[in-house]
């Protein structure tokens, strides 16, 4: 089944901490990013990687890191996560493609006291 | 640049009517445009995109989108609603002229009431 995993799920961590939350899909897409949902705002982009080695910020990159050292795999790392990060997260893949949709993961739950 | 904005953050209907989700956008290319929506706990899935060609689109669950060129519109449509519609829905475009990056709109609310 083509998809795209998350994980975790939820997770809930303190200041200063650091974490990492890990994305693969299994549909050989070039294209990977991760956008954060917070209410009323809708989705924001954070980073995304047109392919292997290839990464670069969206819209709102402070406090987050990314790497693509193999094709299916994506991981956030958050150095030093702070209270102003506890959002929704979604990783999402597509093909290269201006009319390509993008696949989206259940989504991480992650909440920094 | 690119923009969408969804201006209802609540759309109510009653079962059986048809419902409407609206949608307006910005980009300075061709756009490409999608419908998404989010059922409570779940990642978003893709309903329908515009690309090109016919101006109504269909796609799952019965959910059609007409694209406007000259209203830059782009409003998720469906002639009979059911209560198992109810969820987030979220509109987003992709320039040609800006890469791969999806904006999305801040998403509409749609309850349907029995």
């Known amino acids: 089944e083509a998809q795209v995993t998350q994980n975790p799920r939820y997770l809930i961590t303190v200041t200063g901490k650091k974490l990492t939350v890990t994305c693969s899909q299994n549909?050989?897409?070039?294209?990977m990013s991760w956008y954060r949902q917070d209410p009323g705002l809708g989705l924001r982009q954070i980073y995304y990687s047109m392919n292997v080695e290839v990464t670069d910020k969206g819209d709102v990159p402070e406090g987050y890191k990314v790497s693509r050292k193999e094709k299916r795999n994506f991981p956030l790392i958050l150095e030093s996560p702070s209270p102003n990060q506890t959002s929704l997260y979604f990783c999402?893949?597509?093909?290269?493609?201006?009319?390509?949709?993008?696949?989206f993961g259940q989504g991480t739950r992650l909440t920094v006291v | 640049a690119q923009s969408v904005a969804q201006p209802e953050d609540q759309v109510n209907v009653a079962e059986g009517n048809p419902l409407t989700v609206k949608c307006t956008y910005s980009?300075?290319?061709?756009?490409?445009l999608f419908w998404y929506v989010q059922y409570p706990n779940r990642g978003l899935q893709f309903l329908l995109k515009?690309?090109?060609?016919?101006?109504l689109v269909k796609g799952s669950y019965g959910f059609e989108a007409e694209f406007n060129k000259s209203q830059t519109s782009f409003h998720l449509k469906k002639p009979s609603a059911l209560v198992s519609d109810s969820a987030l829905y979220f509109c987003a475009v992709r320039d040609s002229n800006s890469g791969y990056a999806l904006n999305f709109g801040k998403g509409t609310s749609l309850l349907v009431t029995p």
């Open positions: 980009v300075s290319g061709n756009p490409y």
């Open positions: 515009y690309i090109t060609g016919d101006n």
């Open positions: 999402a893949s597509s093909l290269q493609g201006g009319g390509t949709e993008a696949f």
């Open positions: 549909m050989n897409h070039e294209y």
